[in-house]
């Protein structure tokens, strides 16, 4: 049938152009995804106006590597040199993945190596948001070390969204835990991490059937709700926090941009899904 993977891993007439290709797909994630934590390292390290030269290590280099691995895909595409999108993807790939080991023990370093105790690593620098460094390094890695033609493919790429929505589980308990769960919708977010982490790794270890499949993209679908709800309660806090001005409120409050977070990796997943359903038509 067209657009499903044959015996000889090729593909149908409807995948033949490099926009229906998964790799692209991932690429383009990847790049936004890059582009995208410039943004929230201004937020999160404005808070405390830069105040460790560190702290712009993650702010240049983000943008830096959208840039490269735009420019790099682009050579790819028009002039064919797979060469350098694979070797600026590698070189790309290993920084981030040092940017964000070196983030984690930076942000534990602030409070947590100090007390070793479970309301220090509660209070302290959120330490799994470098992670995304880690997750975004290694996604630029695999997708050139393995063909997206392949049921490897996708199931490394569910494999790193499983790995960001248990991130994401722990970075909305630790967070909502500052507040106590004040408000019960602050355990939202909570349970439908833990529940799309389920279907995730029953994905990976079972040979789901169609309708299993069916069943986590409406999963996916109440994540995408679940982020969307959190922005707008996460700005409505803001919008009425203690501080004279938004802006203080951003910095000093409910993050916005936080609950984002879902969606995104929804439709990472989402990705991954795609491509298994296509290994795996039955």
Known sequence: MPGMVIANNAVG????????????????FVIFNFACLTGDIVLAHGSN???????????????IASVFLIAAFLLRLRFNW???????????????????????????????????????????????????YMGL??????????????REWS???????????????????????????FHWTEWIPVVSSALAVGCLLALLVTDAPRGFRRSCTYVLLLQVLVG???????????????AGHL???????????????????????WIGLQAQSEASPA
């Open 155 to 181: 199931q490394w790429v569910l494999f790193l969204a499983a790995g960001g929505f248990v991130g994401n589980f722990v970075l909305s308990l630790a967070d909502h835990a500052t507040n106590a769960f």
């Open 13 to 28: 007439p409807a995948q033949t152009g490099w926009l229906y290709k998964r790799d692209t797909w991932l690429e383009a």
């Open 82 to 132: 797979g060469g350098a999108w694979k070797y600026v993807g590698h070189l790309i790939g290993w920084v981030s993945i040092f940017v964000g080991a070196a983030g984690v023990l930076y942000h534990l370093d602030s409070h947590f190596f100090y007390e070793r105790t479970l309301k220090s690593l509660t209070y302290t620098a959120p330490f799994a948001a470098p992670l995304a």
């Open 228 to 242: 969307a709800l959190g922005f707008v309660l996460h700005f409505w806090a803001d919008l009425h926090g203690p």
């Open 247 to 269: 802006i203080d409120n951003v910095l000093s409050g409910a993050p916005p941009f936080a609950p984002l977070l879902l969606p995104n990796l929804s439709l990472l997943a």
């Open 49 to 63: 106006h830069f105040r460790n030269g560190a702290e712009y290590i993650p702010l240049l280099f983000s943008p």
């Open 137 to 150: 390094g290694c996604l630029t890695l695999m997708n050139r070390m393995i063909s997206h033609q392949t």
